[in-house]
Structure formats: C-alpha cells, structure tokens
C-alpha cells in the first residue's frame, strides 16, 4: 500500500479532466480507475504521458453522465469524454476470448470485475488499477512487487500470452528498455519469434521507434537479437549478426549516442547495415567499399515494409547514404557546397550529428568528436548565411522564364536544363542573379 504522503502526490499530478472524470462516474455509483502506464508510472514517482481510465459503466451509461462525448470503439467500450479542451478515453472492464487470427479476440464481453479486465493485460506491471480518491490500489497480479523488483514479467502462461498477440515479444524488450527493468526468464523463454511475421508493419514500427528511442535502447535491442525477433522481422540483420559481434555492438552504440529523435535514431541503427557484406581484407587492411550504398538499399526495404511516411524515410535514407561524407577541416567551400546541395541544407546538421554519434559509438572520445565537427558545423552555418542557392527553387529564374527564353514547349527538357542552371549557380552562387542565368540560356541557346 501507498504511503500517505504519496497518496498527496498522486493527487497533485492527476490533471483536473482525470479528477473530473474520476470523480463523475464515481458521484453516479460508479467504480473509476487510472489503468495501464498511468497507474505504473505514478508508481514509480513519474508522470505519467497518458491517462487511461476504466469503470465497470457500460459505454452508455457512460455516455449519459457526461456533457460531450465522442463514440469511439464503443463494440470494445470506450467512449471518448470531453472535458473542455481536454479529451480522456474511457473503456469499460472487459474481458477477452482467444485470438484465433492471431490480431483481434474473438469476442470481448463487458464484466462488473476490475480483476477480469485486469487479467487481459500484458504484464504485471501494467496489470494495476489506481483509485486515486478512495486511495485504492488493485495488483492481483504482484505488479507492485515487480516494479520494486524492476523486472517486466507476464500475466498467465507467457507462450500463450505471445501467441494471442505476438506484438507482445515486442513490449516485453519495449518496457525493458524504457523503464531500465530487466525481463523474467521464464517470460522470455515463452518467445517463439517467427510468430512476430504475423503482425502488422505499423505496430512493429511504434514498438520499435519506442525501443529506439527509450533511455536505454541497449537492454531492448541485445534481447531482440538474443531471441531471434530481430531476423524474423528484418532478415537483413542476418548477416550483420553472422559477422563479428562488434559490428553490432556498434550500430547500438551509434543509437545510443544519438539525440533522442526517430528518424536519427534509425539512421544510427541502420546506417552501417551493408558492412557485414560488403568487408574485404586487402594487404591487411580490412574495407568496406560501397558499404554506405549498400546500407542504403537494405534500409530502404526495411522502411518499406514497416510503412514508414515517404518523407520520413527519405530523410532517413540520405543520412544513411551519405554517412560516409568526408569531414575533412580542409575542405575548400566549393566541395563544402556540393555536400550541402547532396543532402539538402535541411538535413545537413542531421548528417553531422550522424557523424558525431558514429564517432563515438566507434569508441572515439565525445570531445573530439565534437570538436572538430563543431568547426565543421561553423563553416556550414556561416555558409547557409551568406548564400541562398541549396535548393532548385532558390534559382533566381524559374522553369516559364526558361521556356521563354529558349522557345520550348513544357517537358522533360525544361527539368533537365533547369538542372544544368543549377549545376552551374552552385559552382559560384554569384551567377544566382536574373541577368547571368539569362545570358548562360542565350548562349545556350545560340551553340545549339
Ligand atoms: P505508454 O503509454 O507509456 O507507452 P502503456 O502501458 O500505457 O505505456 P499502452 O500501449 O498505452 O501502454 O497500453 C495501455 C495498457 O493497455 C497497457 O499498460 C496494458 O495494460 C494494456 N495493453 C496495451 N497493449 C496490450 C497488448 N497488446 N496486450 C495486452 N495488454 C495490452
Ligand atoms: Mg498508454
């Protein structure tokens, strides 16, 4: 049980909608609890990111307490609430039958008992239910005993619990690595990893972006790879666990090292993919010529697959193909303006954060990394400054001016002579000017 003083706590971080709709359905005779990572988190002293409620109201009597609600998967019994510009979600006790398509139940049936919907969820630590206003704490599972143990263990038989919703195996490494607990043994001996293909592309790709970004990503992805789920879901990793264990380690040590943001995150995880087959020992010297390219193709199906946004994987692939960039600090301006032109002056400081992070996962020291990359940076910066022309829509002329110019008729063409102006502006940003671009056109013109 909770001391008093932590009871106060509790109290202070429930947001005024959450009291308001505690205290409403409790007011009509109702039971109302904070269930799933709210309940968990203020355990553990955190704030919480979500607030899902739950109470034995069905969604209609739900519905008839409140003001303004938003019928939501009401089949399943929840009902959005709205509370002012605030809106909660709130799900009646339910219990669950068995997945046979391995995605949804095949029923669920409202129940009056918080122990019945708590005996659907995952894992013990996920498996309480709070009420913060009568100070009640509902843990039939010993979810409380686990988080002081700090360890992520299933409710009931694991193997049958990851058969009905395989995306489990997934949060299992996704609580690790968020919260820094460790996994039950005997939980992860219920994985069978094949059984992951069964799940969509979308939640594979949130539960991994969680493990990528978590506070401790090492915990979560060396269990993946441990257990198999890491080729089943990406076979590319076939051979980067086939090669030497430190190219591996080093991938991880690159996310590690990066900032907390998804799309550099795995850039870090996938930006050294083509190493394991691209290696060759020459005169004793180990290569991995082409491996950047390479890295890039493996990463694109990857993100495919796992339906990331087209600009969302683009981005993450020009980080992954140009990794590779030379930093060199005597780089005259010219080659310094082609790489910003390469990779777009949008993901330029992307990519030097990649370089950093890389550096130090290789086990360089974090302040040379910084230090020289930060006079990099220097020189960019002041180069974004003084010039405009990064991008085809920064020329001063535009694709009508073109066609006017040189009598042609919209096509193709017109794209690819757009492209030798802009070719020939970024060699000297000086020719970015109205009259110069006209007279290179006329000259064009007159040579053919
Ligand atoms: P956070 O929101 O901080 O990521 P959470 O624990 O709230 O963590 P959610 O995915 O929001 O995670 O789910 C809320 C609750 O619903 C979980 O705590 C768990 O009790 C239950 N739950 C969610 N997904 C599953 C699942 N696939 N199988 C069983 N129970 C689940
Ligand atoms: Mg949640």
Redesign the pocket.
């Known amino acids: 049980m909770l001391a008093w003083g932590r009871w106060r706590w509790v109290r202070r971080q429930l947001p005024a909608a959450v009291l308001t709709v505690l205290q409403t359905l409790q007011s009509h005779g109702y039971s109302a609890y904070l269930?799933?990572?709210?309940p968990?988190?203020l355990l553990l002293g955190r704030r919480?990111?979500?607030w899902?409620l739950t109470t034995d109201a069905r969604p209609e009597q739900v519905k008839a307490v409140f003001a303004q609600t938003i019928p939501l998967g009401e089949k399943f019994g929840t009902v959005r609430v709205v509370i002012g510009d605030d809106q909660l979600e709130v799900t009646t006790f339910r219990r669950e039958g068995d997945y046979s398509d391995r995605r949804h139940p095949d029923w669920v049936e409202f129940t009056p008992s918080i122990r019945d919907d708590?005996a659907?969820?995952?894992?013990t630590i996920?498996?309480l239910a709070l009420d913060p206003l009568r100070q009640q704490l509902v843990d039939p599972y010993g979810g409380v005993r686990d988080l002081q143990r700090r360890l992520v263990k299933a409710v009931g038989d694991p193997r049958q619990?990851f058969t009905?919703?395989p995306?489990?195996m997934l949060?299992f490494y996704?609580?690790q690595s968020?919260l820094g607990f460790r996994g039950e043994t005997y939980t992860e001996q219920g994985i069978e990893a094949e059984a992951i293909t069964q799940v969509s592309g979308e939640r594979i790709r949130d539960e991994l972006t969680?493990i990528l970004m978590a506070a401790v990503p090492e915990i979560g992805l060396a269990g993946l790879a441990r257990c198999g789920l890491l080729t089943a879901m990406m076979p590319e990793f076939i051979p980067v666990q086939a090669a030497d264990p430190t190219l591996f380690r080093h991938l991880v040590a690159t996310v590690k090292a990066i900032k907390p943001e998804a799309r550099l995150r795995w850039a870090a995880f996938l930006h050294d993919l083509g190493k394991a087959t691209t290696k060759k020992v020459e005169n004793g010297q180990t290569h991995y010529y082409g491996h950047d390219k390479v890295s890039a193709e493996l990463a694109a199906g990857i993100l495919e697959r796992l339906r990331f946004a087209t600009e969302f994987r683009q981005r993450v692939l020009t980080l992954v193909r140009w990794h590779m960039f030379p930093a060199d600090p005597g780089m005259t301006d010219a080659a310094l303006r082609r790489l910003v032109v390469k990779v777009g002056p949008d993901q330029i400081f992307d990519l030097l954060e990649l370089r950093r992070a890389d550096l130090v996962g290789t086990g360089g020291s974090y302040y040379q990394a910084c230090d020289s990359l930060t006079r990099f940076a220097r020189r960019i910066q002041a180069l974004l400054e003084g010039e405009t022309v990064f991008t085809r829509k920064d020329l001063a002329v535009n694709g009508r001016e073109v066609m006017e110019i040189l009598e042609l008729p919209p096509g193709p063409e017109v794209g690819a002579i757009l492209a030798e102006v802009f070719h020939w502006v970024t060699e000297d940003p000086e020719r970015n000017r109205k009259a110069r671009i006209y007279d290179f056109l006329k000259e064009k013109r007159q040579k053919n």
């Open positions: 269930v799933g990572g709210a968990r988190d919480p990111q979500d899902d708590l659907r969820r995952d894992f996920n498996a619990r009905e919703d995306l489990r949060r996704r609580f968020t969680k």
